[in-house]
C-alpha cells in the first residue's frame, strides 16, 4: 500500500514573524490528527525554514531519536550534554534524547536555512542521551539507527536515474530535491509516500532529485 502525502496538504507551524515556518507530515502540537500520529517509527517529519539570525531557544526532548538533514543553509546546534555543531547539507546528525536532553538549533549564516527533522520512537525508552554527526554521506553507505529499528538511505539522482525501494514492513520516502516518480505518481520537493510491506518497488528521477528513504522494521 503507497498513500502520498502533498506538500501542500501539511499542517503548517512556526511563526513567521519571528523568521520560522515549520510544514508538519503528521500529527503535531496544536494540529492534532488521531489518523495521523505515527508511520512505523516515524513520530514526525517536519521540514523547517529559518531566516537569517532566526532558531528555536533552548527546549527539551524525552524519548525520541532525532535525525536532521540539512537542505540548504547550514543549522547550528547546541544541547545540554556539551555539544555545539554546525550541521551542513550532506550531513547525518542524530540526537538521542532518551530519558531528557535539551537543545536550540539556529540559523546563524547569512542566508536562508532548510532542513528536514524527522523523529523517531526508540525501542527502549529512558537511558542517557548520545549525540552523533556523520559527515557527508554517501549514498551507499545506509545511516542505521537500531536504537528505532530503522535505517536511513539518501539517494542523489540524475534524471532518468532509478532506486529500489527497501523492501521493509515501512518505507518513507521523502522528497528533499527535484522531482521523482513512484508508482506512477509524479512527487516534488517536500512531499512524501508512506509505503506498507514494500515489495519490488523501484523509484525513477524525472530530474535531479535528492530523497530520503527510512527503512523500517514492524513491531
Same mark, same amino acid.
Given at each position: 500500500?503507497?498513500?502520498?502525502?502533498?506538500?501542500?496538504?501539511?499542517?503548517?507551524?512556526?511563526?513567521?514573524?519571528?523568521?520560522?515556518?515549520?510544514?508538519?507530515? %503528521?500529527?503535531?502540537?496544536?494540529?492534532?490528527?488521531?489518523?495521523?500520529?505515527?508511520?512505523? *517509527?516515524?513520530?514526525?517529519?517536519?521540514?523547517?525554514?529559518?531566516?537569517?539570525?532566526?532558531?528555536?531557544?533552548?527546549?527539551?526532548?524525552?524519548? =525520541?531519536?532525532?535525525?536532521?538533514?540539512?537542505?540548504?543553509?547550514?543549522? /547550528?546546534?547546541?544541547?545540554? /550534554?556539551?555539544? /555545539?555543531?554546525? $550541521?551542513?547539507?550532506?550531513? $547525518?546528525?542524530?540526537?538521542?534524547?532518551?530519558?531528557?536532553?535539551?537543545?536550540?538549533?539556529?540559523?546563524?549564516?547569512? @542566508?536562508? &536555512?532548510?532542513?528536514?527533522?524527522?523523529? &523517531? #520512537?526508540? %525501542?527502549?525508552?529512558?537511558?542517557?542521551?548520545?549525540?552523533?554527526? @556523520?559527515?557527508?554521506? #554517501?549514498?551507499? =553507505?545506509?545511516?542505521?539507527?537500531?536504537?528505532?529499528?530503522?535505517? %536511513?538511505?539518501?539517494?542523489?539522482?540524475?534524471?532518468?536515474?532509478?532506486?529500489?525501494?527497501?523492501? *521493509?514492513?515501512? @518505507?518513507?520516502?521523502?522528497?528533499?530535491?527535484? =522531482?521523482?516518480?513512484?508508482?506512477?505518481?509524479? %512527487?516534488?520537493?517536500?512531499?512524501?509516500?508512506?509505503?506498507?510491506?514494500?515489495?519490488?518497488?523501484?523509484?525513477?528521477?524525472?530530474?535531479?532529485?535528492? &530523497?530520503? &528513504?527510512?527503512?523500517?522494521?514492524?513491531?
Amino acid at each position: 500500500m503507497i498513500r502520498i502525502q502533498r506538500a501542500a496538504d501539511r499542517y503548517p507551524g512556526g511563526d513567521l514573524a519571528a523568521g520560522i515556518e515549520t510544514r508538519h507530515a %503528521l500529527s503535531f502540537g496544536a494540529h492534532y490528527d488521531p489518523d495521523n500520529l505515527r508511520f512505523g *517509527a516515524i513520530l514526525a517529519c517536519n521540514e523547517e525554514r529559518l531566516a537569517p539570525g532566526a532558531g528555536f531557544d533552548e527546549h527539551p526532548h524525552s524519548h =525520541t531519536e532525532i535525525v536532521t538533514w540539512v537542505v540548504e543553509g547550514e543549522l /547550528t546546534h547546541r544541547d545540554s /550534554t556539551g555539544h /555545539t555543531t554546525v $550541521v551542513r547539507p550532506g550531513d $547525518v546528525q542524530r540526537l538521542g534524547s532518551a530519558a531528557g536532553v535539551r537543545h536550540e538549533e539556529r540559523n546563524d549564516g547569512d @542566508v536562508p &536555512l532548510v532542513f528536514v527533522q524527522m523523529w &523517531l #520512537a526508540p %525501542l527502549e525508552p529512558g537511558g542517557d542521551p548520545s549525540y552523533e554527526i @556523520v559527515r557527508g554521506i #554517501a549514498d551507499s =553507505t545506509p545511516y542505521a539507527l537500531p536504537e528505532a529499528a530503522s535505517m %536511513l538511505h539518501v539517494r542523489r539522482l540524475e534524471s532518468g536515474e532509478r532506486t529500489a525501494v527497501p523492501d *521493509a514492513d515501512f @518505507v518513507y520516502a521523502h522528497v528533499a530535491r527535484g =522531482t521523482v516518480r513512484l508508482a506512477g505518481e509524479e %512527487l516534488a520537493p517536500g512531499d512524501a509516500a508512506r509505503i506498507t510491506a514494500a515489495r519490488d518497488l523501484a523509484i525513477m528521477a524525472t530530474s535531479n532529485a535528492e &530523497l530520503l &528513504l527510512w527503512e523500517m522494521r514492524g513491531p
